[in-house]
């Protein structure tokens, strides 16, 4: 538990009055796992936590048809793939991973994802399921991810698209897609966080007993020959924790250094190794997220914002909200800030 999460208590939101809708599109040879994390994410009643309300729909080419899943495992579709051309550029549509990537797909699949990003709804897939956005002609000229194991083949299979071999997730015009496993999480966590705020993506984190988000990249998950030390204890957790207890504090890579007996140069290579970022990155988006929170749910002027999340300054706050989240601490406060507080005096 971080200091703002202790001075800072869990406010709940109103419901909204229309729900944001989310269709789960499932044909043969999706992935249980991935199923299992939209549902979690989306199909579970949390409006209690703070949490708007979801309509998650399993869509399918023929919703009266169980499919399959490894395992044992059926999924029983609810609504027809036509139910996402009734979708609105506030809605999403969610494709799970595959467990083949060269499996066939079917056409009703690929012309119906079309359509919803010709309609202008976000789209986003889970680990493989990328290579159901690239057969459909989507991720043409952008970029995108997928498992690690499978960054290769994407790139063979579809030379037009570009593979980020190393992100846990990323976004480029509409078109989300995430590496494996896990990182289907970060990314369904992340989709709620900019659809409705940090601590509505973080209410849901918790209740999964997960982090809201994780830094670095997946190039801290391939396969490579480490010291053993490296791999039974994580040296730097405690300079870690010491930088989010105290974010308001100054903080340089010397600084933090020190506190874990190494080299600044030291230091840096093996936080590298151990969290796939920087430790200035990993520090930045550190302070990105707690001024998030403190935005949704205090009535601080900004400049006191930007001083307890630890920037210094509303200009570098502000600098670093605009390539981080793509908007204003202001306009983010705008759009995600409790109902029911008064206006900050920063408002007007």
């Known amino acids: 538990m971080t200091a703002i999460d202790v001075l800072l208590p869990d406010v709940p939101r109103k419901p909204t009055p229309h729900p944001q809708r989310i269709a789960l599109v499932s044909f043969p040879g999706v992935r249980a796992f991935d199923i299992s994390v939209i549902t979690e994410v989306w199909d579970s009643d949390r409006t209690l936590r703070g949490v708007p309300p979801f309509e998650l729909r399993r869509t399918a080419t023929d919703p009266h048809t169980p499919i399959p899943l490894r395992g044992g495992l059926t999924l029983t579709p609810d609504r027809p793939l036509s139910w996402l051309d009734d979708l609105t550029p506030t809605d999403l549509v969610v494709v799970p991973g595959i467990e083949d990537p060269d499996a066939d797909l079917p056409a009703p699949v690929l012309d119906a994802l079309r359509r919803a990003h010709t309609a202008g709804i976000p789209v986003a897939s889970l680990c493989a399921g990328a290579f159901v956005l690239a057969r459909a002609g989507l991720l043409d000229g952008r970029r995108a991810v997928t498992h690690w194991h499978l960054a290769s083949t994407l790139a063979a299979r579809h030379p037009a698209v570009r593979v980020e071999p190393d992100a846990l997730f990323v976004e480029d015009t509409g078109i989300w897609t995430s590496a494996g496993t896990a990182a289907g999480i970060d990314l369904c ?8 705020g940090a601590e509505a993506a973080a209410a849901v984190a918790r209740s999964m007993v ?9 190039a801290q998950f391939i396969e490579h020959p480490t010291p053993r030390a490296d791999r039974d204890a994580d040296a730097l957790a405690a300079v870690r924790a010491h930088a989010l207890a105290h974010l308001a504090e100054p903080h340089t890579v010397a600084s933090l250094a020190a506190l874990a007996g190494m080299s600044p140069r030291s230091f840096a290579r ?15 988006t550190q302070r990105v997220a707690a001024a998030q929170k403190l935005l949704e749910l205090t009535d601080h002027p900004l400049p006191e914002v930007a001083r307890r999340a630890g920037f210094g300054s509303e200009v570098t706050m502000r600098q670093h909200f605009a390539s981080h989240l793509g908007t204003s601490p202001r306009d983010y406060r705008h759009a995600f800030r409790h109902p029911g507080r008064g206006t900050p005096k920063d408002q007007g």
């Open 210 to 218: 997960t982090a809201p988000f994780r830094t670095g990249t997946q």
């Open 270 to 284: 093996h936080f590298q190794a151990t969290t796939g970022t920087t430790p200035l990155h990993w520090l930045i």
């Open 189 to 196: 966590l992340h989709l709620v966080r900019t659809a409705h």
